[in-house]
């Protein structure tokens, strides 16, 4: 995979090394990957704020409406990026067009997947997250490996025999790594904004001391500005973290099915035509 002049090799890599690779993917291709972002953020943040300042919603609110836009764009990331593997260009128009051959598949799995996470984690039946590691892959079966609908099920067990638990810790770190990048990206954009421009965000809009927690809870869930640029900064760190989670796929395949000779002997075979 060639990024920025230097040939990245596909072979097995840390959770760390999966989270590097995306910095440096997406700095490679940022601008392409900003235009596709822009077709999913940019209603969800207008639509962030008209819910929290005419319809009353809380920022809980948006940020569960968040997680059920992402995987849509996740999926759509993926058919873009997933495809410079083999040496394609990343094309946004490719990834709208793979994800709209199987959106409505996408989207009843998403629902189903993202509901029993939810009843997880709110109620404490089990674990929701074991769910979010077992379906977390669906965006690469069913658009990169074009997998049928019926074998999705067969496809995911494959691919989580033996590797489940060390799945399962990759995705709690870049979840940490998600989360820590969105409270810190947060207050560095609310420092700036409320210095560089005056229109604070969140903490120049506290009045004093003596109702500080009070006026921080009110803020950060029914203002319409707080509201807003969380969730548009939700919208920035992500692309980051799914790419790393792709790369781990890509790390899935290679220890199981040694998808890097796979693809050795493609560009060989590929290679051999070309001189015939």
Request: aromatic share 12%.
């Amino acid at each position: 995979m060639k990024l920025d002049g230097a040939i990245f090799a596909i072979e097995q890599r840390s959770v760390g090394g999966c989270i590097d690779l995306a910095i440096v993917f997406l700095r490679e291709h940022f601008f392409a990957v900003l235009r596709l972002l822009a077709c999913f953020a940019v209603p969800s943040v207008a639509l962030t704020w008209w819910l929290v300042a005419r319809n009353d919603w809380t920022l809980a609110n948006c940020v569960t409406l968040f997680a059920l836009e992402c995987p849509f764009f996740g999926a759509a990331l993926v058919a873009s990026a997933g495809h410079r593997v083999f040496g394609d260009r990343f094309s946004s128009r490719t990834g709208l067009r793979l994800l709209a051959g199987r959106f409505f598949l996408l989207l009843v799995l998403t629902l189903i997947v993202r509901t029993i996470t939810a009843i997880g984690l709110i109620f404490l039946i089990f674990p929701g997250y074991m769910v979010a590691t077992r379906y977390g892959f669906l965006a690469e079966i069913l658009l990169l490996e074009r997998c049928p609908a019926r074998r999705y099920e067969t496809r995911l067990n494959d691919l989580m025999n033996s590797t489940f638990r060390d799945l399962l810790g990759r995705l709690i770190m870049i979840v940490v790594f998600f989360g820590t990048s969105v409270a810190s990206l947060f207050v560095l954009v609310d420092m700036a904004s409320g210095t560089l421009l005056g229109i604070p965000i969140l903490a120049g809009r506290v009045s004093g001391l003596a109702y500080v927690i009070e006026e921080i809870a009110t803020l950060m869930t029914r203002d319409p500005r707080v509201a807003t640029v969380f969730v548009s900064v939700l919208w920035l760190v992500y692309p980051v973290a799914r790419l790393a989670w792709m790369f781990c796929y890509f790390d899935v395949r290679i220890r199981k099915e040694g998808w890097d000779v796979e693809l050795d002997f493609r560009v060989e075979a590929n290679r051999l035509e070309a001189t015939v």
